[in-house]
């Protein structure tokens, strides 16, 4: 059964924080909120993570997995930003954006697009999130919950919490999430291609 954590959403309690860490370290699978949807996610070298995740949504090898950074400086670890992209992303984070752009060496390969050999990243306004990726000091491996057939996703913990308890370890509840998903900015041939309309405005990556 998946525990279940209620988060204060403006003052996350710092020792519900500690306990969440210490399960996603166990190698824990997680569904926390995010500023667009509730998300599924665990540690980067957590392959039975990975493989839960694939599992829960029917995801092929195909699908790019999200690292879902604590800020500007941890992203640039894990992805190759050249000069003239660097300012648009830089003022779009943190908020609704995902990006797709070229790994670094730094991102395990099972991550990776199979052929592209690029990974999405993006830096959450939510501050439960946020508090959760400062404490771990490295990105969860991420991806939307969204469950295969359904049209719309889950947006109470409670709900979540009742569907998967026997998918995840761990539910972060820290009140009602939202049903926009994050616009996706493919940059890895350096000129930006819109994949998907969210959230956030696509306006300021186009010609």
């Avoid at 592209?116 to 400062?134: E, N, P």
């Avoid at 889950?154 to 998918?167: A, P, R, V």
């Avoid at 009602?176 to 493919?186: A, P, S």
């Avoid at 309309?197 to 306006?203: C, L, Q």
Wanted: glycine share 8%; with cysteine.
């Amino acid at each position: 059964m998946a525990k279940y954590f209620d988060v204060h959403p403006d003052n996350p309690q710092a020792r519900i924080i500690h306990q969440v860490v210490d399960l996603i370290r166990a190698d824990g699978l997680i569904a926390y909120p995010t500023d667009s949807r509730f998300a599924l996610g665990c540690r980067m070298g957590n392959k039975d993570g990975l493989d839960r995740i694939r599992a829960i949504r029917h995801l092929d090898d195909k699908h790019h997995f999200t690292l879902m950074c604590y800020d500007f400086a941890q992203l640039g670890q894990f992805v190759q930003i050249n000069n003239a992209l660097f300012r648009a992303i830089k003022s779009s984070t943190p908020g609704p954006y995902t990006f797709i752009l070229p790994a670094t060496k730094e991102v395990p390969r099972r991550l990776l697009h199979p052929k592209k050999k690029t990974v999405g990243v993006r830096i959450t306004a939510h501050t439960t999130a946020q508090a959760i990726l400062a404490e771990l000091g490295e990105p969860l491996v991420s991806s939307t919950l969204q469950l295969p057939g359904e049209a719309e996703p889950m947006t109470q913990g409670w709900e979540i919490k009742e569907t998967l308890d026997h998918s995840v370890d761990a539910v972060i509840d820290s009140g009602e999430c939202g049903t926009d998903l994050t616009t996706v900015i493919d940059l890895s041939e350096g000129v930006p291609e819109v994949l998907r309309v969210g959230a956030g405005d696509p306006a300021r990556f186009s010609d």
